[in-house]
C-alpha cells in the first residue's frame, strides 16, 4: 500500500470542453478481478547509475501486464531531490550541490492489485562536476521552450541559468531555425518566422557555459504553423487529504500533463504552487489533446493520475 500517498485530485481535470457538472473521464480497470488465474505483471529497465547536480535525471521502467491490469507503482528509499509517479513508474528530478552523495538501495515495484514485482535494488550517485581538479562548480539551465507557434507572430525564449561560483555564463544553440536569431550573452532565442517557414525545426539545443564546463537543455522543436494557435484552460480543485485519511498539510504543487494520444502524455507542466487551480496551456496547433493532472507534496510524493479531460484544439 502506498500509505501517505496524495489523493486524486478531487473533482478530476476539467477543461473548456467539460462543463463543471460533467465528469471527466476515468481510467478503469482493464481485467476483471481473477484470483485463481492471475498473471504476475512483469517490469524491466536499467536505471541511470549516475547524474551531474543540476542536471535533470529521469528514469521510467517498463512494465505490463499478461492479463491487461491495470498497473500501479510505487518506490522505497526515493531520494530527498526526485518525484515519483505511481501511475508510471516515472523517477525524475533535478538534484542540486546540496544533493551530491550516492542514494542508495531504491527499489520501485510495480502491482496489478494481486501480485507485485520489483527491480533490483540500484543507487543513484549524484556529482559535483566530472574531473573538475580546479574546484569549479558546473552552471544550470532550465526552461520550457514555447513548442509552436504561427507563422508572423514574435517567438521567444530565454533559459534561467546560474552558476555557483558566480562565474559568467556564455550560450550556444545548436540546430537553430533559419529564421531565429540568438543571443550568446543572454540565451535568448527569438525570431518571427514567414509564410515560406512553416514546419517543423527539431533537435534545437541551448548550451550555457561558464568557461571551464557546460550543461545543455533537452533537445526541443518548434513548430511553425500556418493556422492560428490555440489554448485550453484547465481547472481543478486541490486535494484535502491522503489515500489513508489524514489531512494533507504539506501540498505544494502540481503537474499537467498532455499529448495527442490518451493516456500517453509526452508534454508536462510543473506548477509550484499550491494555491493555483485553473491554467492556461498555450501554444497549440490544432489537434485533439488529452490532459491529466497530479498534485505533490513537499517531499517529491506524486499522486495517481487524474480523471482525463479532452479537447480539440480548431
Not at 485530485?9 to 488465474?37: F, M, W
Not at 523517477?91 to 527491480?119: C, H, K, M, W, Y
Not at 501540498?251 to 493555483?276: F, K, W
Request: with cysteine.
Amino acid at each position: 500500500m502506498r500509505n501517505a500517498l496524495l489523493a486524486l485530485i478531487a473533482g478530476s481535470l476539467l477543461c473548456g470542453c467539460l462543463s463543471s457538472e460533467e465528469p471527466a473521464v476515468t481510467r478503469e480497470k482493464a481485467a476483471a478481478y481473477n484470483p485463481s488465474g492471475n498473471s504476475s505483471p512483469t517490469i524491466s529497465g536499467n536505471p541511470p547509475s549516475a547524474i551531474l547536480f543540476g542536471e535533470l535525471y529521469e528514469f521510467k521502467p517498463n512494465a505490463a501486464d499478461p492479463d491487461g491490469d491495470e498497473l500501479t507503482f510505487q518506490i522505497t528509499n526515493r531520494p530527498t531531490w526526485a518525484s515519483f509517479n505511481a501511475s508510471t513508474g516515472r523517477l525524475s528530478g533535478q538534484p542540486t550541490l546540496g544533493n551530491i552523495g550516492t542514494f542508495a538501495d531504491i527499489v520501485i515495484t510495480v502491482s496489478d492489485g494481486e501480485a507485485s514485482r520489483s527491480l533490483a535494488a540500484f543507487s543513484i550517485t549524484v556529482r559535483q562536476a566530472a574531473a573538475d581538479s580546479s574546484g569549479n562548480s558546473s552552471p544550470t539551465i532550465s526552461g520550457n521552450p514555447p513548442p509552436a507557434i504561427m507563422f508572423g507572430e514574435s517567438y521567444e525564449f530565454k533559459p534561467n541559468a546560474a552558476d555557483p561560483d558566480g562565474d559568467a555564463l556564455s550560450f550556444q544553440v545548436t540546430n537553430k531555425p533559419n529564421w531565429a536569431s540568438f543571443e550568446p550573452a543572454t540565451g535568448r532565442l527569438s525570431g518571427q518566422p514567414t509564410f515560406g517557414n512553416i514546419g517543423a525545426y527539431s533537435g534545437i539545443v541551448i548550451t550555457v557555459s561558464d568557461g571551464e564546463a557546460t550543461r545543455s537543455l533537452p533537445a526541443f522543436s518548434i513548430t511553425v504553423s500556418q493556422t492560428a494557435l490555440g489554448n485550453v484552460t484547465l481547472n481543478w480543485t486541490a486535494p484535502l487529504q491522503n489515500t489513508d485519511g489524514t489531512a494533507l498539510l504539506d501540498l505544494a504543487g502540481y503537474t499537467i500533463y498532455y499529448g495527442n494520444d490518451s493516456r500517453s502524455y509526452d508534454h508536462e507542466i510543473r506548477i509550484d504552487n499550491p494555491g493555483m487551480t485553473t491554467y492556461v496551456v498555450d501554444f497549440l496547433v490544432p489537434d485533439t489533446y488529452y490532459f491529466a493532472a497530479t498534485a505533490f507534496n513537499s517531499q517529491g510524493v506524486e499522486s495517481e493520475w487524474s480523471g482525463e479531460a479532452i479537447r480539440t484544439v480548431k
